[in-house]
């Protein structure tokens, strides 16, 4: 038996000795592991490049929303958190991101730190999971994308003209052969088509453009910008004097009827007391030289006219003082026009305080709309503030190509004729009339990609 059993023994002992010596089979076995390995390998390339793919994706859809977020953060102040979102989401799906499970969007206002250069506002992530078409076999996880995007306002120029109007077309108009050089930037609120124009042979040669609606440039017309400052579309420019309540016109009247200054003649006019008001109850034609002591001048219901060669000047207006011509009527009516005509010497500057604080020429909002505002003065014209003319149009040609802050804000702006046209907004000289804070905070801003 113990023998028996020993033969056996020796005959599984070399049964087993064949089994592992033996290599029939061996080469498809290895094959088979082999073919599967690259599959995997294979297949993780075909899925990395696919995620590659999804991650620009993912990319461009972050950007978009935090463009969108931050056109939302800059209409609304900055500090509606949920418009943000909305108009984050809005964008994100337009570029085919759809919110749902394996799919995050989030959106972070973050405060402005300054105002200038450029200002982080909106930070935008997006995460997405991504299909594991053959990288599955080798991995047991979701695989994800992520993108980030930081969205941030440039202010890239301060505005001196602004038209008002919110829908009208032409509320910025360049026309004829005159050549504008404007050193501040030009904006106009209207939505229309045709918001801002410049046609004929007009140019325009300025810091920054930006229009609410859109941007028109025909004929032999030229506009001589940055094209990165040049912006359709733009939220409307604020109006810096919009809730200013103005005192009401003195009850009494210094002149009761017209009043001419005659050809080579010099006269000088002054309230009552330092700096108080003066007011004119007729039409006042300016054909010589008239100096006007500093104080508020109201024009109730009166026109004023300073003919070619004639002179209006404030030569007191120093130190802080200045003038400002005030045009009113009886409940917003028969409010009168004033007309510079070309060849006039016009040189009035703004108080830098008071009720009229850096303005030096405002006319009440009139029930008609349909008044003439005339300013043609030419190189001999220097208004050193605001002319603010909220109801009605303003055809400005002239200014001078020194240093001088005028800031032009009117329903309709129209810069027509033949000659040269300055507007500059120095801001030593804006200062000192009052208007330093009024011209840095009404700037041109311009919705970029930060990160």
């Known amino acids: 038996m113990l023998g028996k059993i020993a033969r056996l023994n020796l005959r599984l002992r070399a049964g087993f000795r064949r089994f592992k010596n033996c290599q029939r089979g061996a080469i498809p076995a290895f094959m088979g592991f082999t073919i599967i390995g690259m599959v995997g390998f294979a297949g993780m390339g075909i899925d990395g490049a696919n995620w590659y793919a999804q991650k620009r994706i993912s990319q461009n859809v972050a950007d978009s929303a935090a463009v969108a977020a931050t056109h939302a953060a800059l209409a609304s102040g900055g500090g509606d958190e949920q418009t943000m ?85 032409n509320t910025v108009h360049f026309i004829g052969n005159n050549n504008t050089t404007v050193t501040c930037g030009v904006a106009s609120n209207s939505e229309s088509d045709e918001s801002l124009v410049i046609e004929g042979s007009a140019t325009l040669d300025t810091a920054s453009v930006q229009a609410a609606g859109n941007i028109v440039v025909s004929g032999n017309g030229e506009l001589i910008a940055d094209d990165e400052l040049v912006t359709s579309n733009h939220p409307p420019a604020p109006d810096p004097f919009d809730g200013v309540v103005f005192p009401d016109p003195p009850a009494s009247c210094d002149i009761p009827g017209s009043f001419t200054v005659q050809p080579n003649t ?137 240093d001088s802050c005028t800031v032009l804000i009117g329903r309709k702006i129209s810069f027509t004729g033949s000659s040269s046209t300055y507007v500059n907004a120095d801001e030593t000289v804006c200062a000192e009339v009052g208007l330093g804070d009024i011209t840095s905070e009404n700037q041109q801003r311009l919705v970029v990609l930060v990160e």
């Open 85 to 169: 979102e909305d108009f984050a989401l809005a964008a994100a799906q337009q570029n085919g991101f759809q919110l749902g499970a394996g799919s995050v969007l989030v959106v972070n206002a973050i405060a402005p730190s300054g105002s200038s250069g450029v200002v982080p506002r909106v930070e935008v992530i997006v995460q997405r999971d991504v299909p594991a078409y053959f990288a599955g076999i080798l991995i047991d996880f979701q695989p994800k994308v992520a993108s980030r995007a930081v969205g941030g306002i440039l202010y890239a120029g301060k505005n001196c003209v602004i038209g008002l109007d919110p829908d009208d077309d």
């Open 266 to 402: 010099q006269i000088s006019l002054a309230p009552s007391s330092p700096g108080g008001a003066f007011k004119f109850c007729g039409d006042v034609a300016i054909r010589g030289d008239l100096n006007l002591a500093p104080g508020t001048y109201y024009f109730h219901e009166s026109d004023l006219t300073v003919n070619s060669q004639a002179a209006l000047t404030c030569t007191g207006c120093t130190g802080g003082a200045g003038v400002t011509l005030v045009f009113s009527g009886t409940d917003g009516n028969n409010i009168g026009d004033i007309h510079i005509n070309g060849g006039a010497e016009v040189a009035l500057r703004a108080p830098d305080s008071g009720p009229y604080r850096g303005i030096v020429v405002y006319k009440q909002p009139s029930n008609d709309q349909a008044g003439s505002n005339v300013f043609n003065g030419g190189a001999a014209m220097a208004l050193d503030g605001a002319v603010y003319i909220p109801a009605e149009e303003v055809q400005y040609s002239g200014g001078s190509d020194v």
